[in-house]
């Protein structure tokens, strides 16, 4: 596992507490509903949606929470990498029925496709071969049907997907989960894109729940005055590693 996965690697450091802050937010959103399924996405390429996601999963792990990461990002999907873990199959070969001949067990079933990381209580099904038409794939009735799936066996479920802003992937699976965390980097992201994606996922029906600012250099003296509520999750601003 990189060290890029700080809640387990580097439990007491600013980075990993705000992590876990992160999910308590999320906790105190959800606590007088069923909400599990979540996606988490960018405006741009490289402001750390990926990290993110695999910290965040990780924290919830650590509390006892069954929790799967389902890399959307067919194009460039490293959630595999993070976990040291197979690329494939993943849910491009589910979606698209295509696996590699040593595939072992029936390939209509999504259980073939989740593999085990090395933190307790934390699955991975990984994005797979790159595919063609990763959005077709997406679109499916096939995608719909497994989320519902998914629910019934894990307590949170979040979907690393591609930024919203290059790729109309995020937006096809906006609207099928339960909420939207959009990662943004400081010094990086233009507001004007931010809003732009806030609004793109709004206007296909999706929620968006927070912001998480990204790439904040946070020193363990600086962070008590570091961390501060916004609307809604709030805003967190864990430092990126990658």
């Known amino acids: 596992m990189k060290n890029e996965i700080v809640v387990v690697e580097n439990p007491k450091s600013p980075e ?4 876990r802050n992160l999910r308590t937010n999320i906790q105190f959103m959800n606590a007088d509903s069923e909400k599990k399924v979540m ?50 199959p993943g849910i491009s070969n589910f979606l698209s029925g ?10 209509e079933n999504i259980e073939n496709y989740i593999q085990e990381t090395d933190v307790d209580n934390l699955y991975l099904i990984p994005a797979g071969s790159v595919p063609p038409n990763p959005s077709e794939l997406l679109v499916s009735n096939k995608m719909k049907n497994i989320i519902e799936r998914l629910k019934e066996h894990f307590d949170v479920v979040i979907f690393d997907a591609p930024p919203s802003l290059i790729v109309a992937d995020a937006l096809i699976l906006a609207r099928l989960v339960d909420f ?13 894109d931010l809003n732009k994606s ?6 296909v029906g999706g929620k968006v729940a927070g912001v998480v600012l990204n790439k904040v250099q946070v020193t363990t003296k600086r962070y008590e005055n ?7 999750l709030g805003r967190q601003k864990p430092k990126q590693r990658r």
Do not use: W
């Not at 006892?64 to 890399?71: E, F």
């Not at 939207?180 to 004007?192: D, F, G, H, K, S």
């Open 98 to 107: 295509v696996v590699d001949q040593d595939f072992v067990g029936q390939k």
């Open 198 to 203: 806030k609004m793109a996922i709004e206007n």
């Open 16 to 19: 990993a507490e705000m992590f």
């Open 180 to 192: 939207n965390i959009l990662v943004c980097a400081q010094n990086t992201t233009r507001m004007e």
């Open 226 to 232: 570091s961390y501060y509520y916004g609307e809604k």
């Open 39 to 88: 996606l988490v996405t960018s405006t741009m390429p490289g402001e750390g949606k990926s990290y993110v996601s695999a910290n965040l999963a990780a924290a919830f792990a650590q509390i006892d929470k069954k929790v799967l990461i389902v890399d959307t990002d067919m194009r460039k999907g490293r959630q595999y990498s993070l976990f040291n873990l197979h690329p494939r």
